[in-house]
């Protein structure tokens, strides 16, 4: 069993800076990748980023490429999303989320296990 908890959510205005945090606990050795995930009233869950827990690979979404940044720190079994420039359209429940099978589709929701209880995100204009 793998637990995660996010933090780090608020309420911001539009040009502002948030960093989450999602921090692992049980069998974080078993942990492959790592995503973020948003959800915004009315819509589907999409994926944001994630990283790979050993060799340290990523991958964005368009729409927030060059303004969010994931990264990890193994020894704290936390991973970071940090998110700049932030617009009311980010606004959204952000949930971090554990592949544990190596399902080899990164920002697929099908490809991870465990989820977090999600920290919310609000951007004013």
């Known amino acids: 069993q793998v637990q995660l908890v996010e933090s780090g959510g608020g309420l911001v205005q539009a040009g502002d800076s948030l960093r989450l945090s999602c921090a692992a606990s049980g069998r974080t050795f078993s942990i492959y990748v790592t995503g973020w995930f948003r959800q915004a009233p009315g819509k589907e869950r999409e994926f944001v980023a994630a990283i790979n827990w050993h060799v340290g690979y990523t991958r964005t979404a368009d729409s927030v490429k060059g303004r969010f940044t994931i990264s990890r720190d193994n020894a704290k079994n936390t991973v970071s999303l940090l998110m700049n420039s932030l617009k009311p359209e980010d606004t959204a429940v952000y949930y971090c989320?554990?592949?544990?099978?190596?399902?080899?589709?990164?920002?697929?929701?099908?490809?991870?296990?465990?989820w977090g209880q999600g920290t919310q995100v609000t951007v004013s204009s």
């Open positions: 989320a554990a592949d544990v099978s190596r399902a080899g589709v990164i920002d697929s929701i099908r490809s991870y296990e465990y």
